[in-house]
Every structure is written in structure tokens, then in C-alpha cells.
């Protein structure tokens, strides 16, 4: 398998041409009809919607798409994979896990996914063996293997296929195949699991996960659709991207109001903006502004 970026198929702009991803294309069909009878883990993002779609439509009724539901899925993200499952027609099931019980995922130590992954995948194996699926698939793409996921190794494991990788498809490859497919999700932002927000070491309750969900819950309500809360304790800091930093600061009352009534006393933005996978200490007081004692004088000057 060549290394993403390797390849001459995707056009300067980043956006793959026609012609290369139409090959893709016929390339990801067919290794998905080869897999006979397939459960598909959905997280309900881009990646794993695209490969549920295809096995849906290659394989009909020899396709599942499963969800794991614990309470580090965002109940905003359960429903949204019901919907988009049925909508196109897939076969679609939620199985609940129990990763919070193993004391490993819950101490939120750096390989936390391992265990997440192990708990998901061997539920899946189980389910695949009794009910006759010959593979699981996962959305792991071409991009996806230059990072250190240790979720992967858990698929490894157990045998899980990549047909994205696979495939060869890149982050941009699998948004324009999406759009192409009229998937609505095609220009969906990344989603992580709500345990993502908690700093390496800080122990993974059940409510602490509900209150990150309700915090966050109020940013997307406000209109703010890529969006991160991070916990620091009593401290809620926000990350928008860098150009809704002063759309933050204009609906500031509400939203801090609507996250101090999730139970932190203390609502931070961060001015660095968004950041995939940002689960450092708290930033230095000049990095962030602290929206909880800011008066209107000073959010007209910030």
C-alpha cells in the first residue's frame, strides 16, 4: 500500500479528479462485495458513513452497520447515525458497551482507544460469529495510518479491514465520494468520542461525560457546529475555530450561563482556536480569556 501523498491521482487544489476518484470508486466496490457478508463499526462519521453506504448498496441485506452506545456517545451523534442509516436504506443496529467498567480506558491513560477499541470490535466479533458476518469493516482511511492511533492495533487484533485504506482514500477523497453520493454527511466536521476531552490521566466518569455533553450541547444550539469543550476540573475551555472566536464573545452571556448550568463554574475560550486532539493542561492566562468575569465593556474590546 502506497503512503498517502504518494500518489499522483489527487489534483494540486487537494481535491481529487474525476477520473482518479471514479477508479477509487470502483476499486472500494469491489473490495466490499468480496467481504460476502459485512458489519460495518459506524461511528456515524464521514468515513465509516461512506463505507456503511457502499456496503449497503453492494451488499444489501449482508451489510450491518453497528454503533457502539456508551455514555461517551453524544446522544446528538446517536441519533444522527439512526437517521443517516435509514435514510439510505441500511440495515443499522446500536450495541451497547461497557467501556467505562474497565478500570484500564476509564484512568484515561494515553492508550485509552486500545480498550475502547477491544471492548467494541470483540462485541462485534461475537456478533459476526453467531449471526454468520464473514468481516468487519471499519472507516479507517489512507491518511488515517501516517497518525499513532492505538485503536488500530485493536482492530489488528481481531481482524478488523479497512476498505478505505485499502482503497487507497484519502480524507479528501472520502468528503468528495461522499458529496458525489449525495451524502449529507459529506462535509460533516471530525467527531470524537466525548472522553477526547479530558486530559491525559484525568479519570472518565459517567458524569463527567454528561456534563461535557450538556456543555457542548450549548455551543451547538448557539450555531457553533465544530466545536470542543475541554475539561480542566471546574474550568470548561472552549475551542471554535479561529474565525468564530468573535462570534463566541458576541453570544457570550448565554453561553456562559448555559455551561455553568452543566456544572462548571468557570468558562474559558481559547484563543489558539480548534485543535484536533488537544487534551493539554490548561493554557497560560494569555492564551485564553476567561469568559466568566469578563463585563460587556470588556467583550465589545476583546
Not at 460476502?36 to 459506524?42: D, N, S
Not at 494515553?110 to 459476526?128: I, N, T, V
Not at 458525489?180 to 460533516?188: H, M, N, S, Y
Request: net charge positive; with cysteine; charged share 30%.
Amino acid at each position: 500500500m502506497r503512503v498517502p501523498g504518494n500518489t499522483p491521482l489527487v489534483k494540486p487544489s487537494g481535491r481529487p479528479s474525476y477520473d482518479a476518484l471514479a477508479l477509487k470508486e470502483r476499486r472500494l466496490r469491489a473490495i466490499v462485495r468480496g467481504y460476502g457478508r459485512c458489519i460495518v463499526a459506524f461511528s456515524g462519521g464521514v468515513d465509516s458513513a461512506l463505507v456503511l453506504a457502499v456496503a449497503a448498496a453492494e451488499l444489501r441485506h449482508r451489510a450491518l452497520g453497528v454503533t457502539g452506545e456508551s455514555p461517551s456517545l453524544p446522544r446528538r451523534e446517536r441519533d444522527a447515525a439512526r437517521d443517516f442509516a435509514r435514510r439510505i436504506g441500511a440495515r443499522h443496529e446500536f450495541f451497547g458497551t461497557n467501556e467505562l467498567a474497565d478500570e484500564r480506558y476509564a484512568a484515561n491513560p494515553a492508550d485509552r482507544c486500545y480498550f475502547c477499541k477491544s471492548e467494541l470490535y470483540g462485541r462485534l466479533l461475537e456478533a459476526a460469529r453467531e449471526r454468520g458476518f464473514t468481516t468487519i469493516a471499519d472507516g479507517l482511511n489512507a491518511d488515517d495510518l501516517a497518525e499513532i492511533r492505538p485503536g488500530r492495533r485493536a482492530a489488528a487484533e481481531r481482524g478488523v479491514r479497512s476498505p478505505l485504506a485499502e482503497a487507497e482514500f484519502s480524507k479528501a477523497d472520502v468528503r468528495a465520494l461522499a458529496q458525489r453520493l449525495k451524502l449529507e454527511v459529506w462535509d460533516k466536521p471530525a467527531a470524537a468520542c466525548l472522553s477526547s476531552r479530558f486530559p491525559t490521566g484525568t479519570a472518565i466518569t459517567r458524569e463527567l461525560l454528561e456534563r461535557v455533553e450538556r456543555a457542548e450541547d450549548v455551543l451547538i444550539a448557539a450555531g457553533f457546529r465544530d466545536c470542543r469543550v475541554r475539561h480542566h476540573d471546574d474550568v470548561a475551555r472552549i475551542e471554535v475555530p479561529s474565525e468564530r472566536l468573535e462570534a463566541v464573545l458576541a453570544a457570550r452571556e448565554p453561553i456562559v450561563a448555559g455551561i455553568r448550568a452543566a456544572g462548571y463554574r468557570h468558562v474559558a475560550l481559547d484563543l489558539a482556536g480548534y485543535e484536533r486532539g488537544s487534551v493539554a493542561a490548561l493554557p497560560t492566562a494569555s492564551n485564553v480569556i476567561d469568559l466568566t468575569s469578563l463585563t460587556v465593556e470588556e467583550t465589545s474590546r476583546a
